[in-house]
């Protein structure tokens, strides 16, 4: 095994021990520890029927132009086709909380970032959409793990405490932003 991932490897248990001892509680409970085996993230975008796989803490880490560029055209509005800056706190949360989920499933994106055209329409169709979403300025994503339960998802959310957490079980999706710690 290479520096980088023993180092990488450290550093998320560190990060998860930490988290630990400021929740208080078995945070984790129930929850798998992160798989080793790939630090891939393999997204699929269902509404453009796109594929990515990237490594997000390589990119992150390394502020890596072509695969933000990648990142931020695959996260963009389905709607309009705008592309927007995707948040790095908000890719990080994904990224961690993909890890924490055991790393290893295919991520739907169902939305990333939102043009003010499409959020509005949102609004109009639906009760549920805020009308200052962070989906506007790139700090929230809405996702799903096909095979994973999705209460299983939200709980690994919530135990993370570092952004809002929305749970949309008849839409079949869990909202995760940057934002303040939070949840619906």
């Given at each position: 095994m290479s520096f980088c991932h023993h180092r990488r490897a450290f550093l998320k248990k560190s990060f998860l021990t930490s988290a630990l001892l400021l929740c208080g509680q078995p945070a984790w409970a129930g929850i798998s520890e992160p798989a080793p085996a790939t630090d891939l993230l393999r997204l699929y975008n269902i509404h453009t029927g796109e594929k990515l796989a990237v490594d997000l803490h390589e990119i992150l880490?390394?502020?890596e132009q072509t695969g933000i560029d990648s990142l931020n055209w695959f996260l963009r509005c389905h709607y309009t086709n705008r592309v927007h800056p995707i948040d790095p706190y908000t890719l990080n949360y994904l990224d961690v909380l993909h890890q924490t989920v055991g790393g290893e499933r295919e991520v739907h994106?169902?939305?990333?970032?939102?043009?003010?055209?499409?959020?509005?329409l949102l609004c109009r169709e639906s009760g549920g959409v805020a009308r200052h979403s962070l989906h506007l300025e790139g700090r929230a994503l809405d996702i799903r793990i096909p095979g994973f339960d999705l209460a299983t998802l939200r709980h690994a959310a919530l135990s993370l405490q570092y952004g809002g957490v929305g749970?949309?079980?008849a839409s079949d999706f869990v909202h995760i932003d940057s934002g303040r710690f939070r949840q619906w």
């Open positions: 880490a390394h502020k994106i169902i939305s990333g970032y939102r043009s003010p055209e499409y959020n509005a749970y949309y079980p």
